[in-house]
């Protein structure tokens, strides 16, 4: 499908920092987190949200968002597995 005119190709066309393009992925894992975690077990701790909406590592953002799908509770997704 043709994109939007005046829209850029692929996301990676667009004249974005490489700052800003990292930002906007931690915010959208960050969002995406939030969603996952309340549809799974509808209440995350104040403690817990915090430590996502505080937590600048892409690489963990997106190890917790697919541990997501396989832990029982909201704690153990942040029990360290390395």
Known sequence: MPAHP???E????CSVSP??????????????IDVALQSRFLWISR???E?????EDLDV????LI????VDTVDELFVPTD
Do not use: F, N, Y
């Open 6 to 8: 005046g829209a850029p």
């Open 47 to 49: 403690e817990k949200r």
């Open 61 to 64: 953002l997106q190890k917790w």
């Open 19 to 32: 700052e800003l393009r990292e930002k906007g992925k931690i915010v959208a894992a960050r969002r995406a």
């Open 51 to 55: 430590a996502i909406s505080t937590c």
């Open 10 to 13: 692929s996301w990676d066309d």
């Open 67 to 70: 541990r997501i799908l396989t």
